[in-house]
């Protein structure tokens, strides 16, 4: 009955330890994901856009940079500094700024692939 007793106290620390690995493991990635970029995410996703060139996802982040710093880009209106971008620059253009950056780390990392699946998807479609 001991070795019993013993041998389910094993087992229960082997269980509590595997989950707390995965938990960290599910954190790590979690993580990383956060720090990805939404541009990025939304790219990658399976049912996403299809990626047309390398970077597209960094294009698209500063696009939207420039855009949330100075609004008034999108208007038909005045061009240029405007006292309103003393509100809109720091606090909806340094953090896309931020989030230009993260998307730019992750377009190198993924540029490999990323010229690689354009290389594929010109073959395919110069074949058909």
């Known amino acids: 009955m001991g070795n019993l007793w013993s041998d389910i106290k094993f ?5 509590c330890i ?3 690995e995965r938990l ?5 990635v979690m993580l990383l994901l956060a ?3 939404c541009i990025n ?4 996703l399976p049912c996403g856009p299809r990626l047309e060139e390398v970077y ?4 698209q982040a500063a696009a939207l940079t420039l855009v949330a710093a100075f609004p008034q880009i999108m208007a038909d209106g005045k061009q ?3 006292w309103e971008n003393l509100l809109t620059v720091p606090f909806l253009g340094i953090p896309c700024a931020v989030d230009t950056v993260l998307e730019a780390c992750v377009d190198t990392v993924f540029l490999p692939w990323d010229l690689y699946v354009r290389h594929t998807s010109s073959n395919t479609e110069g074949k058909k």
Request: charged share 15%; aromatic share 14%; hydrophobic share 35%.
């Open 11 to 15: 087992f229960g620390r082997c269980v």
């Open 18 to 20: 595997g989950i707390r």
């Open 24 to 28: 960290h493991q599910l954190f790590t």
């Open 35 to 37: 720090a990805c970029g």
């Open 41 to 44: 995410v939304y790219n990658r």
């Open 56 to 59: 597209e996802s960094t294009h």
């Open 80 to 82: 240029g500094f405007m």
